[in-house]
């Protein structure tokens, strides 16, 4: 079955299949040992295809973060939001982290570290260097520094331009359950 | 009766405790456009200490938050060192500012910071915002970020903040360059058509 969905994906790439509008970056890693072939997929979104991921009307908890792999406060809140997504993921949330990694490094920096880290949440790059006018429509106060994210339900939506451990991480999340 | 006074004032307390807090953080949201920019002094990568009154004849300065470790910050070096081509001479020289604290980040240290001005060939003055105290007077958040100010009698008025130009991935692709505009309005005693702009940027690390 994987291989068939990589086969497809080759199709798909080779024929410049675009129909979710999402350009996809595959890396394929072979080692010495074995001839096993890792493949990842990573979807790249321009700001209107991405902005999407910012307007779910479904009875989801979403927790957006803005990251990099060069951003060390990112790097080093980054397992706060994979604990969260795993503690809360039965309860209606998930965790979406949107990559603004620089497109040339997507193969040689962000893939490898989705891959080392093992990342259970969801990963998408984001790559649209209009960013003076995309970045007022994440968040009209955001300066565009990063780490940075968006908590939203279909009722209410909160941004910070900050870094934070679990603690405050869970205690943001918990203003959006419901009791 | 008593508990009740005690408690009322604990209330107080609290309450005008809320009051500082949100006022301080009024000051660290730093400058508006308009505001009056502080002047500074700071310790430059050839050792000797810069201001802007240093600057007798300059009509006004580009002063850009920036580092050696944040890829953005990196992306616009060139830019930033045309950008010091092409208008000191016009009276707006830039004047850098590395705003992290390098035990944070070593790679921002001053000697980093005198390698990296160096294989660059900056032509403007980097300096070290040491002790951090004027990054956030100024508001700056992130690398780069820029501030666009104009001398004026009341001092240096900030005109622009934000970002060098609208891509930061491919300078051949740029089609408005934010701070030159914002430059070229102030030289022809214009409007800076657009004040201020935004762009991702590596937060300034403490």
Redesign the interface.
């Known amino acids: 079955m994987k291989r068939f969905l990589t086969f497809l994906c080759v199709i798909c790439i080779t024929s410049a299949c675009n129909d979710k509008g999402a350009k996809e970056v595959i890396v394929e890693q072979s080692t010495k040992e074995d001839s096993l072939i890792s493949d990842y997929q990573l979807d790249v979104y321009n700001f209107n295809e991405f902005e999407s991921f910012l307007t779910k009307k479904d009875d989801k908890i979403y927790v957006v973060n803005f990251w990099?792999t060069?951003?060390?406060?990112c790097i080093k809140e980054l397992p706060y939001f994979e604990e969260l997504n795993s503690a809360y993921k039965d309860k209606d949330v998930e965790v979406l982290l949107v990559s603004?990694d620089?497109?040339k490094q997507y193969e040689k920096k962000l893939i490898p570290f989705i891959e080392n880290k093992k990342l259970k949440s969801k990963v998408i790059a984001l790559d649209d260097?209009?960013?003076?006018d995309w970045?007022?429509k994440v968040d009209e106060n955001?300066?565009?520094?990063?780490?940075a994210t968006i908590i939203y339900n279909k009722d209410k939506s909160q941004f910070y331009?900050r870094?934070f451990n679990f603690e405050e991480l869970e205690a943001e999340l918990k203003q959006f359950i419901t009791p | 009766m008593k508990a009740v006074k005690v408690l009322s004032s604990l209330l107080l307390v609290l309450v005008l405790s809320a009051f500082t807090i949100s006022a301080d953080k009024a000051v660290d949201d730093g400058y508006d456009i308009g505001d009056i920019a502080t002047d500074f002094k700071l310790k430059n990568i050839d050792g000797k200490m810069v201001s802007l009154a240093d600057y007798k004849t300059a009509k006004g300065f580009i002063v850009i938050f920036t580092c050696n470790t944040c890829p953005y910050a990196v992306a616009y070096e060139d830019r930033i060192v045309a950008l010091d081509k092409k208008y000191k001479e016009k009276g707006y020289p830039v004047i850098a500012i590395m705003p992290n604290n390098p035990a944070t980040k070593p790679g921002d240290n001053f000697s980093a910071m005198q390698k990296r001005a160096e294989v660059k060939g900056f032509t403007f003055p980097y300096l070290m915002d040491q002790g951090q105290k004027i990054y956030p007077q100024y508001g700056a958040t992130k690398t780069p970020h820029v501030y666009v100010l104009q001398k004026t009698t009341k001092g240096n008025e900030v005109k622009y903040i934000g970002a060098i130009d609208d891509n930061y991935q491919d300078a051949d692709a740029v089609q408005v360059k934010y701070t030159e505009d914002a430059v070229d309005a102030l030289l022809s005693g214009k409007e800076v058509p657009e004040t201020k702009t935004r762009a991702i940027g590596c937060s300034i690390k403490i």
């Open positions: 990099a060069w951003c060390a406060p603004l620089f497109p260097p209009k960013m003076n970045i007022p955001w300066s565009g520094a990063i780490p331009e870094s």
